[in-house]
């Protein structure tokens, strides 16, 4: 009697003696990494210092996710894979804008800043 229970609940759970099915699960941090490359992008504007943030926490995501998939590519989905590559790509075009964009800032901050070193305070003493 209780074998019977067991393999009827086997049955309805889709696995039967001696086999199962795998199921194929979400790689972890696949959609937070390509929201934060996106966002890496979109904010590299924003004098360069949060999107260099999220680019690198997006980078280092995808590191760990990749070798996940990479120990055992046969338990994830194929769309998550392809969500973490999008991130990874994201999030390498968004830190190399905002390094960009920085170092335009910093550039620009040191022209001004020699500008109003050169320019004739003296002259306006009132």
Do not use: H
Request: charged share 10%; with cysteine.
């Amino acid at each position: 009697m209780q074998n019977e229970d067991i393999t009827k609940t086997n049955q309805q759970n889709g696995t039967s003696s001696g086999q199962s099915f795998n199921v194929k699960q979400a790689l972890p941090n696949s959609t937070g990494v390509l929201v934060m490359g996106i966002l890496s992008i979109v904010l590299c504007w924003c004098y360069g210092f949060i999107a260099l943030v999220l680019g690198i926490i997006a980078l280092v995501l995808s590191n760990k996710s990749m070798s996940l998939y990479n120990e055992n590519p046969e338990l994830y989905t194929q769309a998550s894979f392809n969500n973490l590559k999008s991130g990874r790509i994201t999030a390498i075009i968004g830190l190399c804008l905002s390094a960009v964009w920085l170092i335009f800032v910093i550039i620009y901050v040191f022209i001004i800043g020699a500008a109003f070193t050169l320019f004739p305070w003296e002259m306006y003493n009132y």
